[in-house]
T-cell receptor
Framework: AQSVTQLDSQVPVFEEAPVELRCNYSSSVSVYLFWYVQYPNQGLQLLLKYLSGSTLVKGINGFEAEFNKSQTSFHLRKPSVHISDTAEYFCAVSLYNQGGKLIFGQGTELSVKP | EAQVTQNPRYLITVTGKKLTVTCSQNMNHEYMSWYRQDPGLGLRQIYYSMNVEVTDKGDVPEGYKVSRKEKRNFPLILESPSPNQTSLYFC??????????????FGPGTRLTVT
């Protein structure tokens, strides 16, 4: 069965430090990959996506992610975080030719401290 | 402005009283979907629709109904709500690529409490 695992439920980090949020997926078919961000009391918005092509994907707010097919991972990184990056981050996969089924990870709460 | 709207934003109701949460998008998207968000569980897909009159179950469809009579609207119906349906609900829409779902646009959420 397909699944998405975000390996850390909470990541505390100091301002201006680098951060990596980890995402692994399990799927027997090819996938599209997404990272979404949810700021407190808001809906979700897209950070970045991988559909095809270059495996290094750049998104908004200085975030980037790398698709690693052999390790079935799509980790999110930022070299220097700000207080305003405090939010919950969700990894998601859309399965090729499987209709409209989408699977989200459990979420990672990023907490940036001064 | 491109957006997904949901109503109501907050709803407190009692067990067994039928309710409908509306969802509307103005982007002419083929794909629409409903999710529930619960602490520690992330977002779980309830139902989705690939186009008008085409709907399918997600991972947690029990206790919910949907309909897609028009492209822009995708209401979520709880015929007989129970306390375990207390949750934060999100509607989303997306265009479709040949092989799958593109990025989704989310509504602001509906916080439902069933007592």
């Amino acid at each position: 069965a397909q699944s998405v695992t975000q390996l850390d439920s909470q990541v505390p980090v100091f301002e201006e430090a680098p951060v990596e949020l980890r995402c692994n997926y399990s799927s027997s078919v090819s996938v599209y990959l997404f990272w979404y961000v949810q700021y407190p009391n808001q809906g979700l918005q897209l950070l970045l996506k991988y559909l095809s092509g270059s495996t290094l994907v750049k998104g908004i707010n200085g975030f980037e992610a790398e698709f690693n097919k052999s390790q079935t991972s799509f980790h999110l990184r930022k070299p220097s975080v700000h207080i305003s990056d405090t939010a919950e981050y969700f990894c998601a996969v859309s399965l090729y030719n499987q209709g409209g089924k989408l699977i989200f990870g459990q979420g990672t709460e990023l907490s940036v401290k001064p | 402005e491109a957006q997904v709207t949901q109503n109501p934003r907050y709803l407190i109701t009692v067990t067994g009283k039928k309710l409908t949460v509306t969802c509307s998008q103005n982007m002419n998207h083929e794909y629409m979907s409903w999710y529930r968000q619960d602490p520690g569980l992330g977002l779980r897909q309830i139902y989705y629709s690939m186009n008008v009159e085409v709907t399918d179950k997600g991972d947690v469809p029990e206790g919910y109904k949907v309909s897609r009579k028009e492209k822009r609207n995708f209401p979520l119906i709880l015929e007989s709500p129970s306390p375990n349906q207390t949750s934060l609900y999100f509607c989303a829409s997306s265009s479709l690529r040949l092989a799958g779902v593109e990025e989704q646009y989310f509504g602001p959420g509906t916080r439902l409490t069933v007592t």
